[in-house]
């Protein structure tokens, strides 16, 4: 069984092709980071265009690749939200003209899916299974039961925490993406030397909030400013780095803890679940990496992550999760309209705060 994913909701224009034997036999990436730089954030209009302007070379590329040829394919499948939806509406039309041309199975495949199931591609990792997917644009706690099968315990009920490293990074002048930048700061920072709050961290669920924390970062950098406006604080790069290291220690130390707290309930109520998994952008950073699998090995569970390349948006878990939504009988007509918002427990209900409907 062979199925082409195709991921364009955010701004990566992927597409790769993979087999039931978990082998990826092509794919190519192109990443918008520098159209997107001077704006420190994603703008959705470039975005939108650029997949439209690339989109057909990424697909021919990724077929080049691994020496196939589109009717080689069992079905094609698209990240059909959530997400922009103009470079989602982009990535979905693609397929479904392929699907319609060449008479195959379209396979909608909801964005955080791909993230969710990413880990199974390259790790051994069974059914069910406790996850913490932190990206840019979506922080939550999940218990993968199966394919389509979820059970929201806890979602960020403001920012992300991709969002607010973006955030704290535009506001210390360093650049976008945060990520990358503040982790590489914090190592040779001071985690302790700034003290940050943490909030919700004694809540009680398994909900998580970065926004105060973000705040009190802002503060922070204002007290260097003569006239406490932020953008004309001036700070030596040990404070910076330091901030960052307090920053990112903080946010860890929210994500630990809240996890804790999940699996404490995964353990008892699936007793057969073995596995924590991180995926998501933010999975990209090596000290959450860290202090999580710590944490699993005090909980007796088996930790896994998807390689840091398949962290970030990618064609491949697109494709894998088309391809374990094809393997369940999972197809969709060529009417599906694309999701801006798609949560992957339809059941939850919506958290207090713009984290609530995010998905």
């Not at 007793?271 to 990209?284: H, N, R």
Request: proline share 5%.
């Amino acid at each position: 069984m062979i199925v082409l994913g195709i991921e364009s909701s955010c701004d990566e224009t992927a597409a790769a092709i993979v087999n039931e034997k978990r082998e990826i036999l092509g794919q190519c990436l192109l990443t918008q980071l520098e159209e997107h730089k001077p704006f420190g954030g994603v703008v959705p209009e470039i975005a939108a265009r650029s997949h439209l302007e690339h989109i057909d070379d990424i697909i021919d590329h990724t077929f080049k690749s691994a020496n196939l040829k589109p009717q080689d394919v069992d079905a094609i499948a698209a990240a059909s939200g959530p997400g922009l939806i103009g470079g989602v509406v982009v990535g979905v039309m693609a397929a479904k003209a392929m699907c319609l041309a060449l008479n195959k199975p379209f396979i909608a495949v909801n964005h955080l899916e791909g993230h969710a199931l990413a880990a199974r591609l390259t790790s051994n990792v069974k059914y069910p299974y406790l996850l913490l997917l932190v990206s840019g644009g979506h922080c939550q706690i999940l218990v993968v039961k199966g394919v389509g099968n979820f059970e929201r315990l806890g979602t960020t009920i403001d920012d992300a925490a991709g969002e607010a490293f973006d955030k704290v990074s535009k506001m210390l002048g360093l650049g976008y993406p945060g990520g990358p930048i503040i982790e590489k700061m914090a190592a040779v920072g001071n985690s302790r030397r700034f003290v940050l709050p943490k909030p919700l961290f004694n809540s009680g669920d398994c909900n998580l909030s970065f926004s105060g924390l973000k705040t009190a970062v802002r503060k922070i950098i204002e007290s260097y400013s003569p006239d406490g406006i932020l953008e004309h604080a001036i700070l030596p790069e040990q404070d910076v780095a330091d901030i960052c290291a307090g920053f990112q220690f903080t946010v860890t130390e929210c994500l630990c803890q809240k996890l804790d707290k999940a699996i404490s309930y995964f353990k008892q109520k699936y007793p057969q679940g073995k596995d924590l998994v991180v995926s998501g952008g933010v999975a990209s950073n090596t000290f959450l990496r860290t202090r999580l699998e710590l944490l699993a090995q005090a909980r007796g569970l088996e930790f896994s992550a998807p390689p840091i390349r398949f962290c970030t948006d990618n064609g491949v878990m697109i494709a894998w999760a088309g391809l374990e939504r094809f393997q369940n009988g999972y197809t969709n007509s060529l009417d599906f309209k694309p999701r801006p918002r798609w949560p992957l427990d339809e059941n939850a209900p919506k958290a207090a705060g713009a984290g609530g409907v995010k998905a």
